[in-house]
């Protein structure tokens, strides 16, 4: 049984754009989300987390929102870039600190230059 | 920028080989973790260690086996590997004072 889900395989995006990536999850006991990105060859590097007791987090270009009635999580990107093409893996533990993460199966973005 | 690297970055090899997938980190994390992925799926955990001496199973069962014997080294081990061991196998360390997992650059091993 899937806990995290990505149901969007892939997303094309115009450059300069906004891209918004969707995570589902169904475990009520996850409160810590963390997205990551992975380029083809390496590994995933982390982008941007946020606790279940906010809403929304955001680093530059990076937002992340919350919705904890829906079980529901977001990343937006914007304005979209070249550079962000990769694929993005949203992930949930059970709480800050613990390590064990439960992935999701990503989404493959492609930014349209 | 995560120091934890991980050697063969791609290994071809034929069924019935040993191989010994190499993980180090120079973060001085005490905990470390084997992922696979498959493309289009997720990671799976299926090793990780505490510390030094520490071993456990993860989620995805595997029929890899790891050692822990230094804290900055955690290598995967296959004594006899299957075509159906072929996948991307992820090395990571975690930093408690972030709660940031730092992932290797993956092995991407092939068995013929």
């Known amino acids: 049984d899937q806990q995290v889900k990505q149901n969007s395989p892939s997303l094309s995006v115009q450059e300069g754009r906004i891209s918004i990536l969707n995570c589902d999850y169904t475990?009520?006991?996850?409160?810590?989300f963390l997205w990551y990105k992975k380029y083809p060859a390496e590994g995933p590097t982390f982008l941007i987390s946020?606790?279940?007791?906010?809403d929304k987090n955001e680093d530059g270009r990076f937002t992340v929102f919350l919705n904890k009635s829906a079980k529901h999580l977001s990343l937006h990107i914007v304005p979209s870039q070249p550079g962000d093409s990769a694929v993005y893996f949203c992930?949930?533990?059970?709480?800050?600190?613990?390590?064990?993460?439960?992935f999701g199966t990503g989404t493959r973005l492609t930014i349209i230059p | 920028e995560a120091d934890i690297y991980q050697t063969p970055r791609y290994l071809v090899i034929g069924t019935g080989k040993k191989i010994t997938l190499e993980c180090s980190q120079t973060?001085?994390?005490?905990?470390m973790y084997w992922y696979q992925q498959d493309p289009g799926m997720e990671l799976h955990l299926i090793h990780y260690?505490?510390?030094?001496?520490?071993?456990e199973k993860g989620d995805l069962s595997s029929e890899s086996t790891v050692s822990r014997i230094r804290t900055e080294h955690f290598p995967l081990t296959l004594e006899s590997a299957r075509p159906s061991h072929t996948s991307q196998y992820l090395c990571?360390?975690?930093?408690?004072?972030?709660?940031?997992?730092?992932f290797g650059e993956g092995s991407r091993l092939t068995v013929l």
């Open positions: 992930a949930a533990s059970v709480r800050f600190g613990n390590e064990k993460l439960t």
């Open positions: 475990n009520s006991m996850f409160d810590y």
């Open positions: 946020i606790s279940s007791i906010k």
């Open positions: 973060m001085g994390h005490d905990k």
């Open positions: 260690s505490y510390g030094v001496n520490s071993t």
């Open positions: 990571a360390s975690w930093d408690r004072n972030t709660g940031e997992l730092f």
